[in-house]
Structures are given as C-alpha cells and as structure tokens.
C-alpha cells in the first residue's frame, strides 16, 4: 500500500475532488480525516471508507475560520496521533459561493476567503504538527485558471475565481521553499475541467458541456478519480523530490 501508516487530512472530503481522495487514501492505507463544511456529506464520505475496511473520522468546519481551521488539524491529530499529508481541496466558484443576487464585492470575498485564505489557514495549523512528526505533503488544489485566463466570451475578466487559484499557486511556491528545512513538501495541482458539483451547472447544459469538451484536446471533462491519482503520487514517498511544482492534470487544455 502506498499511503500505509500516513495520516491524511482532507478539506473539502465530502464530495467531488476531496472525496476521490479520501476514498482512494484510505485504500491506499492510510487513517484519514474528512473535513466538510457540511457534517452530513462527511459523514457519507466516511461512513464509505469505514464500511470497506477504512479508519476514518469526520469534521465539520470553514476553512477560512482560523478556529475552525486550527479544530480540523487538533481533531486529526488527536484521533490519529500525528498528521502526514494535507489536502486543501475545500474549494467554490463565483457561481456557487454566493446567494443570487448578492455583490460582486460578497461573491469575490467569499471566494478569495475559501479557496485562498482557507488554504493558507489550514496549511498555517498543519504545519508544525508535520514538522513534529519529521515531515510531511501539504497537496493545495488549484486550478488551470491559476495559471491562464478564461477564454474569451466566458465572462472572466472580473471573476475572482482565477485570482484566488493564481494565488493557491503562488503560496504553494512560497511555502514550499520555506518548509524544505523541515522535510515538508508542498505542492499543486491544476486540474481541468472536472465533473463535480462545482462544474454541474455547466454540465446540466448540453451546449455548454460541448464547448468545455472542445477545449480539452482529450475530448472530454476530468474524473474526480483522475485528480486523486494525482494527490496520491504527492501524497506517497514516491514523490519525495518534488516540492513547490504546480501538477497540471488537464488533458491537454493548456498546452494548446
């Protein structure tokens, strides 16, 4: 098993990315923390990975909350003894994060707050527990929108999205160069467009669906399963070279 005997504590673990993750972890061996905003779908992610043999617990909280942040990482490391691998995966898009009708000063707080400042949060209480135990992965998920622009007629040019994933990027390099002295590793990765509830609104509409797929050179969106391969080679001693990279699992959207 690749992950046996790590501790592995997931944002976001109650759907989509995050859930991929915690599932294909705890096959992988390790004891895994599932945080959620919402307690019931961590609780389902859980309920899974114990119901197939898995040791996993769950925690409700926001990650942009400092306490809510500092609870995630003291409850993993009071249930399981240590913390070995950090996955920020707790994430929202402009089109989810608010209520319609509300600001565009709300919607871009509200996504800076999650997707960036949850990251850093998160990161800030886990790492000296890592470095406690003599090292560890924090794994951050950003995006190909950290590293390029929407395409043109997608009505980006405002959106905070694409700032706070450039951002995710940007501190995983800072991190990543500080914390090499304690053994930690920090790096991204940059998905593609993924099936999840984040995408639904724009899958539900089948002329939108074709015009994502067109732009991906493979011809079609991204699995959850598909990025959490990724996490787990990040997450595993197999990666034990590789810190401040951002891992960009695209099928081909950027390279075009």
């Known amino acids: 098993m690749r992950l046996e005997s790590k501790v592995a504590l ?7 990315i995050g859930r991929a993750c915690a599932e294909m972890f705890a096959r992988e061996g390790a004891r895994v923390a599932v945080s959620d905003i919402s307690l019931e779908r961590a609780q389902a992610t859980t309920q899974f990975v114990t119901s197939h043999g898995g040791d996993a617990i769950a925690i409700s909280g926001d990650v942009s909350v400092g306490d809510d942040a ?27 994060a608010m209520p ?15 997707n960036l400042k949850g990251t850093y949060m998160v990161s800030w209480h886990a790492m000296p527990e890592m470095a406690k135990s003599g090292g560890g992965s924090i794994i951050n998920l950003s995006s190909i929108m950290g590293l390029v622009g929407y395409p043109v007629g997608m009505g980006g040019g ?19 160069i500080d914390s090499a002295s304690k053994n930690v590793r920090v790096n991204c990765i ?5 099936e999840t509830d984040l995408t639904s609104a724009l899958t539900k509409d089948a002329e939108a669906l074709r015009r994502l797929e067109t732009l991906h050179p493979i011809g079609r969106l991204g699995q959850p399963e598909e990025i959490a391969y990724a996490a787990l080679y990040l997450a595993s001693d197999e990666s034990g070279f590789v810190t401040g990279t951002p891992l960009v699992v695209d099928g081909g959207y950027t390279a075009q």
């Open 70 to 96: 500092q609870n995630m990482v003291s409850a993993t490391v009071e249930k399981f003894g240590k913390l070995d691998v950090l996955v920020n995966s707790a994430g929202v898009s402009a089109r989810n």
């Open 10 to 16: 997931i944002t976001g673990g109650g759907s989509g």
């Open 158 to 176: 405002f959106n905070p999205y694409n700032p706070s994933k450039g951002g995710v990027l940007q501190f995983t390099r800072n991190l990543a």
């Open 190 to 194: 940059c998905p593609g467009y993924v």
């Open 100 to 114: 319609k009708g509300s600001s565009p000063e709300e919607v871009w707080d509200k996504v800076i707050d999650v």
